[in-house]
């Protein structure tokens, strides 16, 4: 009988731990649930913006180098000594400009007394003429006084023409790109002494393939960046060539650059050409875009902010961080005004918890 009491009594006690138990009088054995507003564990932090509608165009880019129109070597047309010179390297010179001048006191005289004999020789030929007229000249006479007065003439204006060219001038209007001489130099003809080009404009010539051409216009603006010292402008496409470069399968477009930038020739620059442009495009940023394999994909936040909907899209013209989408799956339309992560997106999956932070920001 006390060992019946015995085995009760010990099988009694498991069953009183578990009423406690049940019961909740140990608060550790309970299950702890998350604070009322507390942001749940597995929330994905992320950021999106607004799909949105824009215009948006399909670019051609491509590099090239830029070059002047008119640029040429001024050279010295006659022997002397360098007197002066009058203009310096990025000077703005007008066509006719005086560059430089060279000692001509030589020529000046020269050109005095080449004027003067031909003068005396053209007053001898009209008297012979008269004479002549009234027969009291000879025709050989004549022919010689006719002659000699010619030749006078021409000496003086070889003269005159050496006189000038001791001024030597610029040929057509532009800025001064070298100087090869200095004053004092002995230059005899040919001896270069400026480099002048004329910068406005400046022309780029670049390869097109022959399937964008026929969307090409002259006078199309084109969009010219050079990276060497972040300054971007406008160009116009001043020519388009009438023929295919058979090896490339491409077409000379010559671009020109006016208004006085601050490019140069030999400038290396990229330029993007607008081919077709979309108006009213679905926009969003490029960072949206997930890649899967071939297919795309992005994800919208819902109107509660806490969870996404994973949406394959079609993308469609890119220009710098923007992206058309051009379609998506026939039963989940995107739409302007749709959030979208923008950040994070990479790490998500349909139907995962996120954590918008802040919310959304622009597109």
Not at 49 to 73: H, N, P
Request: hydrophobic letters at 40%; aromatic letters at 4%; one cysteine or more.
């Amino acid at each position: 009988m006390a060992s019946t009491y015995g085995w009760l009594r010990w099988m009694a006690v498991p069953a009183m731990v578990v009423a406690l138990t049940g019961c909740g009088g140990s608060g550790e054995a309970a299950t702890a649930t998350p604070a009322e507003g507390e942001p749940e564990e597995d929330a994905i932090a992320v950021r999106a913006a607004e799909a949105s509608l824009s215009s948006l165009s399909e670019l051609y880019s491509t590099t090239a180098t830029l070059r002047a129109d008119k640029q040429a070597t001024v050279t010295a047309r006659t022997v002397g000594v360098v007197q002066e010179l009058l203009v310096e390297e990025g000077d703005l010179v007008t066509e006719g400009q005086a560059l430089a001048r060279l000692e001509n006191e030589e020529q000046r005289i020269s050109a005095t007394r080449a004027r003067s004999t031909a003068e005396t020789r053209q007053r001898e030929f009209e008297r012979a003429e008269s004479l002549h007229e009234q027969g009291l000249l000879s025709d050989e006479a004549f022919d010689t006084a006719r002659r000699e007065s010619q030749e006078a003439q021409h000496s003086a204006e070889l003269a005159d023409l050496e006189h000038r060219r001791t001024t030597i001038r610029a040929p057509f209007t532009g800025r001064v790109l070298q100087r090869h001489i200095d004053a004092g130099a002995t230059v005899s003809s040919g001896t270069a002494v400026y480099d002048l080009a004329d910068l406005d404009p400046l022309y780029a010539d670049i390869g097109v393939p022959e399937r964008h051409v026929a969307r090409l216009a002259v006078g199309q603006t084109v969009r010219l960046n050079a990276d060497a010292f972040d300054h971007t402008t406008e160009a116009r496409i001043e020519r388009i060539a009438p023929l295919v470069d058979i090896e490339t399968g491409t077409v000379k477009v010559t671009l020109a650059v006016r208004g006085g930038s601050k490019l140069r020739p030999g400038t290396f620059v990229r330029t993007d050409v607008v081919i077709d442009t979309h108006h009213d495009a679905l926009v969003v940023p490029r960072s949206a875009l997930v890649s899967e394999g071939r297919r795309w994909h992005v994800f919208r936040v819902d109107d509660a902010g806490t969870h996404v909907e994973r949406i394959e899209v079609q993308p469609g013209f890119e220009e710098g961080d923007r992206v058309e989408i051009a379609g998506s799956e026939a039963d989940v339309v995107l739409t302007a005004g749709d959030s979208i992560v923008v950040v994070g997106a990479a790490a998500l999956s349909d139907g995962a918890r996120v954590d918008t932070g802040s919310g959304r920001e622009p597109s």
